[in-house]
């Protein structure tokens, strides 16, 4: 069974940072492609980065190159996305998913083409206080 679990979201200062992780299991991880991304109540879901496993590139939306960071741990399973110089707007539920494809698709993971990650781990909430 894929799972995905989100931790590390939290409450911090504007201009503060969290390191968000999610720990995936059920699937081959190293062959795997996950994505971040965040929701804000009554909007439409974000992707923010994405990072393929099996060779480790790494893609970012505009919104957040240069603020965020994701990493890899493939002898933990774990996808970790670095939050840095946060603001108030950044304050939203942040989710990880594993992508259909092995690689990250830009009209997938953008949420902006025909396919749609499959699974995805329950969220986790960060806020940033003014």
């Known amino acids: 069974e894929v799972q995905l679990v989100e931790s590390g979201g939290g409450l911090v200062q504007a201009g503060g940072s969290l390191r968000l992780s999610c720990v995936a299991s059920?699937?081959?991880?190293?062959?795997?492609?996950i994505a971040w991304f965040r929701q804000a109540p009554g909007k439409e879901r974000e992707g923010l980065s994405c990072?393929?496993?099996?060779?480790?590139?790494?893609y970012y939306a505009d919104s957040v190159k240069g603020r965020f960071t994701i990493s890899s741990d493939k002898a933990k399973n774990t996808i970790d996305l670095q939050m840095d110089s946060l603001e108030p707007e950044y304050t939203r539920i942040y989710y990880c998913?594993?992508?259909?494809?092995?690689?990250?698709?830009?009209?997938?993971?953008?949420?902006?083409?025909?396919?749609?990650?499959?699974?995805w781990g329950q969220g986790t909430l960060a806020t940033a206080s003014s």
């Open positions: 059920g699937f081959s991880f190293a062959d795997s492609a």
């Open positions: 998913a594993l992508l259909q494809n092995p690689y990250c698709a830009i009209y997938e993971w953008s949420l902006k083409g025909h396919e749609r990650p499959d699974y």
């Open positions: 990072i393929a496993n099996f060779d480790g590139f790494t």
